[in-house]
């Protein structure tokens, strides 16, 4: 149980079109999910929380405008990189939790990542 | 802000050496601990995980981990690692604000 998908799991674009990532919650209902970048051989640092139906929160440095995150059911959260430049390349993770507060309802669980490449 | 620290950036063992990486976080309130692994490749794993209770938690493949309030850490064990061992391991602390807040990460390296 507890599964994750990420798709695509690997992208190439050219700079300054748009590349959307999905991430599914497979057997779970997950009302919060996370969005994290890893750069190479860097810790994962948090983009964004999203919770089903609001509008997502943005860590401080985080353009909320150039990564658009859309939770619109319990299963399903997107990433959209507009206008991607070279320096959007990275691998970007998902992370997806149920509902609830405190103990067990802390753990998430993660997706397997979504390389992005910027051409 | 909370922060989670690993001193060790880089780990060479030998086989059936045994490991201890460190895990140390700022926060005073109740926490929830993890120590995660990804392979060469692959992606997170969830090697272990502490909420509460027993402060000594066992995890998958050997690794254990041990919660030291009075410390803030939370160290992995492995008493004799192996080859297939080899990758970045991180620790994380959720405060209960939901966010989840990794270390800098531990690569390890084991040489046959």
């Known amino acids: 149980g507890a599964v994750v998908s990420q798709h695509p799991s690997r992208v190439i674009c050219k700079s300054g079109t748009s590349v959307k990532i999905e991430c599914r919650s497979l057997?779970?209902?997950?009302?919060?999910m996370f969005w994290y970048r890893q750069f190479p051989k860097q810790s994962l640092m948090l983009m964004a929380t999203?919770?089903?139906?609001?509008?997502?929160?943005?860590e401080q440095g985080v353009e909320k405008d150039k990564f658009l995150i859309n939770h619109a059911s319990l299963t399903l959260s997107t990433l959209t990189v507009t206008s991607a430049h070279p320096e959007d390349s990275s691998f970007y993770i998902c992370?997806?939790?149920?509902?609830?507060?405190?103990?067990?309802?802390?753990?998430?669980?993660f997706g397997p990542g979504t390389r992005l490449t910027v051409l | 802000a909370q922060s989670v620290s690993q001193h060790n950036h880089h780990v060479i063992l030998s086989e059936a050496a045994s490991l201890e990486l460190g895990c140390n976080y700022s926060?005073?309130?109740?926490?929830?601990l993890f120590w995660y692994v990804q392979y060469p490749g692959q992606h997170l794993q969830l090697l272990l995980k502490?909420?509460?209770?027993?402060?000594l938690v066992k995890g998958i493949k050997g690794f254990e981990a041990e919660f030291i309030k009075s410390k803030f850490s939370f160290n992995l064990r492995k008493p004799s690692v192996q080859w297939s061992d080899t990758a970045e391991y991180f620790c994380?602390?959720?405060?209960?604000?939901?966010?989840?807040?990794f270390g800098t990460g531990t690569r390890l390296l084991v040489s046959p």
């Open positions: 992370s997806a939790k149920t509902g609830g507060v405190g103990g067990i309802y802390n753990e998430q669980f």
């Open positions: 057997d779970f209902q997950a009302t919060t």
């Open positions: 999203s919770n089903e139906g609001s509008k997502a929160t943005y």
């Open positions: 926060y005073g309130g109740t926490v929830n």
């Open positions: 502490y909420f509460s209770g027993d402060p």
């Open positions: 994380a602390v959720n405060t209960g604000f939901q966010k989840l807040v």
